[in-house]
């Protein structure tokens, strides 16, 4: 009947609907860091590294912790911010460092 399968698309869009605002189903790349680092965002006329260009340069999440309090050209507002950049680096599969 074509009456049920339109209520089971309703059904379906209100249940992704109401997932959809909620910002724990955001990644924390997403949220902090891919509104610049998409590959595409030119700033101070380079374009800015995206995510699978950083799994290529840091080969462990210290390193790349470590990234920006190191690098003249790194985004201020993230100097501090070493813990974010664990658990950013972690999300993008960026290998913990075997000790
Ligand atoms: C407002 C834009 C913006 C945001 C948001 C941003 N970045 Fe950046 N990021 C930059 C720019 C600009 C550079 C410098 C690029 C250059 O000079 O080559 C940079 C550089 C970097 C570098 C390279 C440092 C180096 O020189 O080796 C890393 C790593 C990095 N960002 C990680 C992150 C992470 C992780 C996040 C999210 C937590 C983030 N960025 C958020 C703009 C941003």
Not at 81 to 89: I, P, S, T, W, Y
Request: hydrophobic share 35%.
């Amino acid at each position: 009947m074509p009456r049920d399968n339109i209520m089971k698309v309703i059904v379906f869009l209100l249940m992704a609907i109401s997932g959809c605002g909620k910002t724990d189903h955001i990644s924390l790349w997403d949220r902090h860091c891919g509104a610049c680092h998409d590959g595409q965002t030119i700033l101070n006329g380079k374009v800015v590294m995206d995510k699978e260009q950083m799994k290529v340069k840091y080969k462990t999440y210290e390193e790349f912790a470590d990234a920006c309090s190191h690098s003249p050209s790194c985004m201020n507002i993230m100097k501090h911010e070493k813990k974010l950049f664990a658990d950013v680096g972690k999300e993008i599969g960026i290998k913990e460092s075997p000790k």
